[in-house]
């Protein structure tokens, strides 16, 4: 069974600087998918982005970027000049390959953006 | 266009009372998946949908709990003789499914149930 860990329960950072949000996890497949999603307390969970195992290349979003080192099993997120409104907790998951598959969600990380 | 809606966003009932949760998925998305998020266990799988069926059960959590979807669109999660331990947020998603590399479940407000 795969498994996701975000061991970082809580960050801080100051608006307008960068952070970064930690992820591994453990799988033996060879094909995955891997997100970060954003829940604020309205409850609504919000994709950030998305990471295909078989892509060399780190996925960015406008401020949103990874660094996906698939040896190391290893997914972190960066969001480069914070604001208030990424105050929020985010969840990294994993999928398996294949048509439908659930997702395996890390215990989340509370962000909290100084102003 | 309209995102996946869950009602009730809120419920509270008393130990042992049934209680059933609803989802309506975005219109054409063929599979629907419930989660559950409570403070103890995080975010769990519960049960996945593609059309009217449900071939992923392995989420649920006793025999008490049950969902069906009917017309390949709205599903229905329900719990009986609640217990105290089923208090979580339950929350629904739905995805195209069509093309796996691209899927990405879109995931409604949840409903925060409460047993007292």
């Known amino acids: 069974a795969q498994t996701v860990t975000q061991s970082q329960p809580e960050m801080s950072v100051q608006e307008a600087e960068t952070v970064t949000l930690s992820c591994t996890y453990d799988?033996?497949?060879?094909?995955?998918?891997l997100f970060w999603y954003k829940q604020p307390p309205s409850r609504q969970m919000i994709l950030v982005i998305r990471?295909?195992?078989?892509?060399?290349q780190n996925a960015t979003e406008n401020r949103f970027s990874v660094n996906f080192q698939k040896a190391a099993k290893s997914f972190s997120l960066k969001i480069s000049d914070s604001q208030l409104g990424d105050a929020a907790m985010y969840f990294c998951?994993?999928?398996?390959?294949?048509?439908?598959?659930?997702?395996?969600f890390g215990k989340g990380i509370t962000l909290s953006v100084r102003p | 266009g309209a995102g996946v809606s869950q009602s009730p966003s809120n419920k509270v009932t008393e130990k042992g009372k049934d209680v059933e949760l609803r989802c309506d998925p975005i219109?054409?998305?063929?599979?629907l998946y419930w989660y559950r998020q409570s403070l103890g266990q995080g975010l769990e799988f519960l049960i996945y949908f593609q059309g009217n069926s449900a071939p992923d059960k392995s989420g649920l959590p006793s025999d008490r709990f049950s969902a069906e979807r009917t017309g390949g669109s709205v599903s229905t999660l329900t719990i009986q003789r609640t217990q105290q331990e089923d208090s979580a947020v339950y929350l629904c998603?739905?995805?195209?499914?069509?093309?796996?590399?691209?899927?990405?479940?879109?995931f409604g407000p949840g409903t925060r149930l409460t047993v007292l």
């Open positions: 799988t033996s497949e060879s094909d995955y998918y």
């Open positions: 219109s054409g998305h063929t599979a």
């Open positions: 998951a994993y999928r398996s390959d294949g048509a439908n598959s659930k997702l395996t």
């Open positions: 990471q295909e195992a078989y892509k060399q």
């Open positions: 998603a739905s995805s195209l499914a069509q093309v796996p590399r691209t899927d990405t479940q879109y």
